[in-house]
């Protein structure tokens, strides 16, 4: 079993930035694609970014967030990251680190392991 813990959510100002890190224990990361999902309410849980297992200098993104975020995993540290700037009062929601042994990295059903979640707020 791999246990995840996120951190690093709050109220930020829109245009403002934050950091969130999710640390892993029970398992190493390094056999794992890793991934942040979000969800607001009322909506599904959405897609934000994921770094690939077999070539973590790979990272993908969302539309949404492309070129505003910056996800990052530290496999000697068990921790992955997300650098969030330029944040949008669309933003706002529930942030989740995830991780898989699959390879469908967009689709939240294929990931095995959650978090429990941090709450990001940015107030415009």
């Known amino acids: 079993q791999m246990q995840l813990v996120e951190s690093g959510g709050r109220l930020v100002q829109a245009g403002g930035s934050l950091r969130l890190s999710c640390v892993a224990s029970g398992r190493t990361i390094s056999g794992y694609s890793m991934a942040w999902f979000r969800q607001a309410p009322g909506k599904d849980r959405e897609f934000v970014a994921a770094t690939f297992a077999w070539n973590i200098g790979h990272t993908h993104y969302a539309d949404a967030v492309k070129g505003r975020f910056t996800m990052s995993r530290d496999n000697d540290k068990n921790t992955v990251y997300l650098q969030m700037d330029i944040l949008k009062p669309e933003d706002t929601a529930i942030y989740y680190c995830?991780?898989?042994?699959?390879?469908?990295?967009?689709?939240?059903?294929?990931?095995?392991?959650w978090g429990q979640g941090t709450q990001v707020t940015v107030s415009s």
């Open positions: 995830a991780a898989t042994s699959g390879s469908r990295l967009s689709l939240a059903s294929e990931y095995e392991y």
